[in-house]
């Protein structure tokens, strides 16, 4: 029986879809606040314009303009300031809400795994009852031969040992399933 790779949790946080998605949205909102941020700065232009007007007598053969502009609201009566304090409130909120993705998904592994034991374990158990029944049947085939028990007793025997064959069967698929949860829960092999 394979036993499953362990993957450290941070391995699984760094695989799983919704852990990114969550930091995209941090980074999404640590840009916008930058963005809002750089409104407070004044926007300043500079221009030049050369023209060289052909055909023409009473204009002048060579003009040239040079221009700065500045634009700045410096009277917005704390608005621009009220926006950025809500982006900063927004990253906060993008960082909580990365954080409860990752404990969900910590949360999630950690329970997958703990499935993944318990299935291992029951298999290992019906095991060994698949074992003793094969036991018990070999001891009660032997018990008839020598006519010391009764036919009924080694067809019991023989439903025992087919109930503890499908028992290990059942266990054997519940911890296949288990491992396939707990591989998805990791993220996969990627």
């Known amino acids: ?36 941020k750089s409104e407070l700065i004044p926007e300043i232009g500079l221009a030049f314009n050369y ?26 009566w704390g608005r621009k300031k009220r926006e950025a304090s809500e982006k900063a409130r927004s990253i906060e909120q993008a960082a909580l809400a990365l954080r409860e993705a990752e404990n969900s998904v910590q949360a999630e592994v950690n ?37 010391a028990a009764l036919l009924n007793d080694v067809l019991n025997a023989q439903a025992a040992l087919a109930e503890a064959d499908n028992q290990y069967q059942q266990a054997l698929l519940a911890f296949w399933s288990a491992r396939a949860d707990f591989e998805k829960a990791v993220g996969g092999d990627q």
């Open 111 to 147: 329970a997958k795994y703990r499935k993944l034991q318990q299935a291992r374990q029951m298999l290992v158990v019906n095991r060994m009852s698949q074992e003793s029944s094969v036991e018990k049947l070999r001891v009660m085939g032997n018990r008839y031969k020598q006519q």
């Open 51 to 76: 023209v060289s007007p052909l055909n023409t007598n009473f204009l002048p053969k060579n003009v040239a303009g040079l221009g700065v502009s500045v634009s700045w609201e410096p009277f917005d």
């Open 1 to 36: 029986m394979p036993r499953p790779r362990t993957v450290p949790s941070s391995q699984a946080l760094r695989r799983r879809p919704e852990i990114k998605e969550a930091e995209l949205k941090v980074k999404y909102a640590q840009y916008d606040r930058k963005i809002k």
